[in-house]
């Protein structure tokens, strides 16, 4: 018997007509709820645009964009946040050309994002040509990065390499500067704010905890007792703990116990605070991939000869950090929205420099609504593309796939 090969090609997907007639309007109900959530839809999406465009009143956020990017940063050394922006963007742009699945989406949405900052119809005295070139100059930097990053020369290492390079030069010598200096003079932590602290404490938790979470997941598992009882007891306890009582515990009481001289910065001790927390839980989420690796293989890969340090680095951590990858992204989304509870110890990151701004103004008071959702877009929008590749990363590696 001979089978037409025509037989066995699968169908046709369903064209939108029909696609909408099945799904959609299938019988009386359906076409009813259709009906009704369309309604709804409509007059919210009106709503909602009409609030914003003829409603809403947006000068406390127009009115000083410059507080909810860098704070109280002194003007005269504005010059070090555009060129710490300028490193940034070059490496994204160098990123997009060598991870170029992941980071396309964002790099292109924030070279547009900045050319509009760079033309917004705002007046003088709130971004000054100066500050309107150098944000035009971003998107080039990033097209310029991009080439870069596609050319034969780069690989992945060099762009880590480059970005590791620069956060140090960027966090520790361009922003704070030094005392006595006059190229770079000293700005105190005191006069950060806004999303340049957001993003440090967002960037340096993340960086941070990632490695400490994995020792502490590995010192979980491990056969020494001190090592194990020692893991054990730093997970459960901060795990037990509410971040905002550590960041008092840091911020408030472990400088009441160090002499004046020895203090450390108030930036540094939210930093460590959320590295600490978010550590803790890193490492159980690492702890869980561990535990999916199946025995043989550790014991394969010992009849082979290979060491137990080979053997976990090799065998056994990739293979469990890929299992992980949606759990540990979600650790960093949480992070990153979590440093607004750095506002609560005194620190003014983005929401808190939003809330400082309505305080400016008596008419701003009853304006909170529109402060407080320009803010929800922010953090929306990086949450959104720290997903979205995190998505792509487990496609690419596939992730739940057999």
Do not use: C
């Amino acid at each position: 018997m001979t089978i037409r090969s025509d037989t066995l090609a699968p169908p046709d997907p369903p064209g939108l007509v029909t696609w909408v007639k099945k799904n959609l309007f299938g019988n009386w109900f359906s076409s009813l709820l259709t009906l009704v959530s369309l309604t709804i839809i409509y007059f919210a999406v009106i709503g909602a645009v009409s609030w914003v465009f003829n409603t809403a009143d947006w000068r406390p956020v127009i009115r000083a964009p410059l507080l909810y990017l860098i704070g109280q940063y002194p003007r005269d050394q504005i010059w070090r946040t555009g060129l710490s922006l300028w490193i940034s963007t070059f490496l994204i742009g160098m990123s997009w050309g060598v991870w170029e699945k992941y980071i396309k989406a964002f790099a292109i949405f924030l070279a547009i994002l900045l050319g509009i900052f760079a033309v917004i119809p705002l007046d003088a005295a709130t971004l000054t040509l100066g500050v309107r070139a150098s944000f035009l100059i971003n998107p080039v930097l990033i097209y310029v990065g991009y080439l870069l990053g596609k050319s034969r020369f780069i690989r992945s290492q060099h762009v880590t390499a480059l970005w590791l390079l620069a956060s140090i030069l960027i966090v520790l010598v361009i922003l704070p500067g030094f005392n006595g200096n006059t190229l770079l003079p000293k700005v105190e932590t005191t006069v950060w704010g806004g999303f340049l602290v957001t993003l440090l404490l967002a960037v340096g938790g993340i960086v941070l905890s990632f490695p400490i979470g994995v020792l502490l997941a590995l010192g979980r598992r491990s056969s020494l007792p001190v090592v194990k009882l020692f893991s054990i007891l730093f997970i459960e306890v901060i795990r037990g703990v509410p971040l905002i009582t550590i960041l008092f515990m840091f911020s408030i009481i472990l400088a009441l116990f160090l002499p004046a001289e020895s203090r450390i910065d108030r930036v540094l001790r939210a930093l460590i605070g959320m590295t600490v927390f978010s550590a803790a839980y890193m490492a159980e989420n690492v702890r869980g991939g561990l535990q999916s690796i199946p025995p043989g293989q550790v014991e394969a890969a010992k009849a082979i000869g290979l060491s137990s340090f080979q053997t976990m680095t090799l065998i056994v951590l990739p293979q469990a950090l890929r299992a992980v990858i949606p759990s540990i992204v979600g650790q960093f989304i949480s992070l990153f929205k979590d440093t607004t509870l750095v506002v609560i110890v005194g620190i003014n990151d983005l929401l808190g420099m939003g809330k400082s701004i309505l305080g400016t103004d008596p008419e701003f008071v009853r304006l909170q609504g529109e402060v407080y959702i320009f803010i929800a877009l922010i953090y929306w929008i990086f949450s959104y593309f720290m997903s979205y590749a995190s998505l792509q990363l487990e496609k690419s590696l596939g992730v739940g796939e057999r």
